[in-house]
């Protein structure tokens, strides 16, 4: 669960700005009015945001009954909203509150604040155990909780929508007919192709998601504007005292405007230069029987359907009749090297890698194996094969050689290691293909992803038809540094499965950081790995 952020008595206008400028970030925003303190607490926040009008100041009475509770009940931290300067601010920092800022405020200084407010309520001890945690539990952008895994054979679909209900384990059959339990839950399996029903069903939840994301950057830019007119109106009968509060005001907001205008300026420049070298990576793994070495395969009866037994496990075994057990990972990468070396995660390169139920798989007694690399580049009307080249030692990445030049269309990324690169609060672009072929086909439209589902029936299908269709292209999202540690670059422009592997670029459209995970509820959802580690890996 992400951390709580609870707004009590915010004005609309400053609690729009406020969810604007923490858009993203993994934090659970709850806004309520006219509430005590004991229903303040029972919301259980970790930092709660008031704002002082001064049309009503119940925010001072309530700061004062918080802040004389226990510490054990209230160990939580208070932000206030002020509209003011420097008097209106020391006066609320008099109150008790443990940070203030002026409205109109930059999103990016609060978000920062919140950030700092946060780290206070968890120290640098916690915030590592969270990394530890991420790295021990594969808590990866490839896989966040459920991997872009596939089951593409037409022949499964009713089947495995049956065992997905079940919630069934595998069991694999040896040649002695010795029965071990794969724990690999269908219900992973199932987050498949499946149903063609099933797939548009999720088709329609991503372009839901897209929406409300490209309504959410809409409204920032007419909430800014709005307050501009609203101001401008305010100066036009305000005395000489209020004029200068008024025309300070409109500074600010003309300068978050301004800012707004930059960054979408700097991300176009990004996804028109850079685009075109940034791949879909579609990754197939299969199984193989350690004993034997033979292929792991569904076993059928005589009717062509997946074998069940009586405690209701799916069987699996090298005498199977059925086509080789496969799933299907999608991730992004990048071109790196001129002779077609792509940049992407350890974890994309070698799915089972620090993945519970594939490791669960490979602890029964089967191998896993990468089939096939195929890399899909925007523009380009086929995949290009691909094979493993390198895998990094040091941190989550690996590199990959296509087996075929790469499209003219494409350059080489710059990676930059310098320091000076990366700066807390400075903007950045992210770009890759987060929930892989639901993602396509969700920007695609209604009409293109029901025509490729019902042509198309399986993986390699539906990817054939999108890319001869130009329709694979990379989705971009904007956000800002929120912290710089030792071995992570922490951001918030949101991504989430089959991100991995995608470059972070800074406003010189150099590459900083290679997404590698989801780090919920630290002020900061992503986080991505210095591109020291890629230019060392490069060389």
């Not at 009940?73 to 020391?90: C, F, N, P, W």
């Not at 269309?409 to 000076?420: C, G, M, R």
């Not at 950045?428 to 490729?452: F, H, Q, W």
Request: hydrophobic share 40%; net charge negative; charged share 25%.
């Amino acid at each position: 669960m992400g951390m709580r952020i609870l707004m009590v008595d915010v004005s609309e206008e400053a609690a729009s700005a406020v969810k604007q400028a923490l858009l993203g970030q993994g934090y659970e925003i709850e806004t309520q009015h006219g509430i005590n303190v004991d229903q303040v607490l029972a919301f259980s926040p970790d930092v709660v945001i008031t704002e002082a009008m001064p049309s009503d100041l119940s925010c001072c009475g309530l700061i004062a009954q918080l802040r004389t509770r226990p510490i054990a009940e209230t160990a939580l931290k208070i932000v206030m909203i002020v509209s003011g300067g420097a008097l209106e601010r020391a006066r609320a920092l008099d109150l008790g509150v443990d940070d203030v800022i002026s409205f109109p405020f930059d999103p990016t200084e609060l978000a920062a604040r919140i950030r700092t407010q946060i780290r206070e309520l968890q120290p640098e001890e916690e915030l590592q155990a969270k990394l530890k945690y991420a790295e021990a539990e594969g808590n990866y952008a490839a896989a966040e909780k459920r991997r872009a895994w596939l089951v593409p054979v037409v022949l499964f679909i009713a089947a495995v929508a049956v065992i997905g209900a079940l919630a069934t384990l595998f069991s694999l059959r040896h040649a002695n007919k010795e029965t071990l339990e794969l724990r690999a839950e269908i219900a992973e399996l199932n987050n498949g192709i499946g149903q063609q029903g099933e797939l548009l069903r999720r088709v329609e939840e991503r372009r839901a998601s897209l929406d409300d994301r490209s309504r959410a950057e809409a409204g920032a830019r007419q909430s800014l504007e709005s307050e501009s007119k609203s101001i401008r109106e305010k100066m036009s009968s305000a005395d000489g005292t209020q004029l200068a509060a008024l025309q300070q005001q409109l500074k600010l907001t003309e300068k978050r405007l301004t800012l707004l205008e930059d960054e979408g300026k700097f991300a176009e420049t990004v996804v028109r230069d850079y685009g075109p070298s940034v791949c879909l990576l579609h990754v197939t793994v299969e199984f193989l029987d350690k004993v034997s070495g033979e292929p792991i395969r569904m076993i059928l009866d005589s009717k062509g359907n997946p074998v069940v037994d009586q405690d209701r496990m799916v069987q699996l075994g090298t005498d199977g009749t059925g086509p080789p057990l496969r799933v299907d990972i999608f991730g992004t990468g990048f071109l790196a090297t001129r002779d077609g070396v792509l940049l992407t995660n350890h974890h994309v390169a070698q799915p089972w890698w620090k993945n519970d139920d594939l490791q669960q798989l490979v602890s029964q007694g089967a191998e896993a194996y990468v089939k096939s690399y195929v890399a899909y580049f925007p523009e380009s009307t086929k995949g290009i094969p691909a094979k493993l080249n390198q895998i990094s030692g040091q941190a989550d990445l690996a590199t990959l050689r296509l087996e075929e030049p790469p499209p003219p269309n494409t350059e080489v990324l710059k990676v930059d290691s310098a320091a000076s690169a990366s700066v807390t609060g400075d903007p950045v672009v992210l770009m890759g293909y987060p929930t892989g072929i639901e993602g396509i086909l969700a920007r695609a439209g209604s009409d293109v992803a029901n025509k490729i589902a019902a042509q198309s029936h399986d993986v390699d299908q539906i990817m054939a038809q999108l890319a001869a269709d130009k329709l694979i292209r990379p989705t971009t999202t904007q956000g800002h540094i929120g912290d710089l540690l030792k071995n992570e670059i922490v951001y918030d422009a949101a991504t989430t499965s089959g991100g991995s592997g995608g470059p972070l670029f800074n406003r010189d459209g150099d590459v900083i950081g290679i997404n590698f995970a989801i780090l919920k509820g630290f002020g900061g959802s992503n986080l991505a790995i210095p591109a020291r580690y890629a230019t060392t890996l490069l060389k």
